[in-house]
């Protein structure tokens, strides 16, 4: 439903594929170009997932040196694995 909202930003209401405008009037959206909609934030949930834990990434920044270096690090490689923008 996110792409139908996307793609048709006057759609207020959905039911199932159906969208609908303020008025209740129905929308005609393309199936082909919903299905075909790359979410561009999708990388943050996917980033979520793989980040150490924030205590952790806490706890190095108050230790620095070495597992400060470290912890950036391991941040730096979920960032690279999913870029910005890249689903």
Known sequence: MKAIYALYPQTVKTVGTDAFDKDGNQITIDLTQVNAWVDP???KSKRQ?????IGDQLDALWKGGDAATEMLAKVQAVKTKYPKGVS
Do not use: S
Not at 49 to 53: D, G, I, M, R, S
């Open 41 to 43: 934030e999708a990388y």
């Open 49 to 53: 997932a793989e980040y150490p834990p």
